[in-house]
């Protein structure tokens, strides 16, 4: 049932509706004009540093040590190694790699 002054369709063939672009221009704003808008840097000066407190947070606290099973600085070497641990056989290695975590473990 179709309402009096209601339009269902509407197509705009006047080329008063259509702009005129540029060659090759894809229709889209500017890069120049966002990156100098007002509206661009208030909403980047809000994201842009919580961001980065929000990163700086997730590792100062351990947080991404936990997330990713990584170990912590500290937990790299035990207190008694002099060197770092390097598998020096390459064909024995499962071998030396069981002998070292066998040790860590309490």
């Known amino acids: 049932m179709d309402t009096p002054g209601r339009t269902l369709f ?5 080329s008063e509706s259509q702009k005129a672009m540029a060659a090759g221009s894809t229709g889209e704003r500017p ?7 007002v509206r ?3 909403i980047h000066a809000v994201t842009l540093p919580s961001i980065f407190l929000a990163g700086f947070l997730f590792v100062s606290t351990g947080l991404a040590y936990d997330a990713f099973g990584t170990p912590r600085p500290n937990e790299y070497y035990r207190s ?14 499962k071998l030396q790699i069981d002998e070292r975590l066998s040790t860590l473990t309490p």
């Open 10 to 14: 509407c197509v705009h063939s006047d």
């Open 80 to 93: 008694a190694e002099v060197r770092p641990p390097v598998v020096s056989d390459r064909y024995d290695s």
């Open 40 to 42: 661009y840097w208030v």
């Open 31 to 37: 890069f120049f004009e966002i990156v100098t808008s």
